[in-house]
């Protein structure tokens, strides 16, 4: 067995897997993730994400701590209320949560995820 090593966070990284969301709303969103760290179980994930402007759709079902780098966005639950974000936002949305992301302009995050 190996031992345990630190993972950082840096470019260049892994390369970027990209894609279109599903259920899109607005737009033409286009999404890149840079997946720098996956535990041996895969529920917990660390990386950069990337998106163009759009809205979609969004049902989480893992827990999601979040750091904006770049970018504005909006989130909406499927009550209606709004939550803005800019660059040095920090927040968490958790498993459950339901609505939808609009990226108002091109952003760039700093991930980790918990899928039970």
Do not use: C
Not at 34 to 45: S, T, W
Not at 80 to 103: H, K, L, S
Request: charged share 25%; net charge negative.
């Amino acid at each position: 067995m190996s031992a345990a090593t630190i993972v950082r966070i840096t470019e260049p990284g892994p390369a970027a897997d990209e894609a279109t969301p599903s259920r899109v709303l607005a737009g033409a969103p286009r999404t890149k993730t840079r997946n720098y760290y996956a535990d041996p179980g895969e529920h917990f994930y660390a990386g950069i994400w990337e998106s163009t402007p759009g809205k979609w759709h969004v049902e989480y079902s893992e827990h999601e701590f979040v750091h904006l780098l770049s970018g504005r966005v909006v989130l909406t639950d499927s009550e209606g209320r709004a939550e803005r974000f800019g660059p040095g936002d920090v927040f968490v949305i958790p498993a459950g949560y339901r609505g939808t992301w609009e990226t108002l302009e091109t952003v760039r995050k700093l991930y980790a995820i918990y899928q039970a």
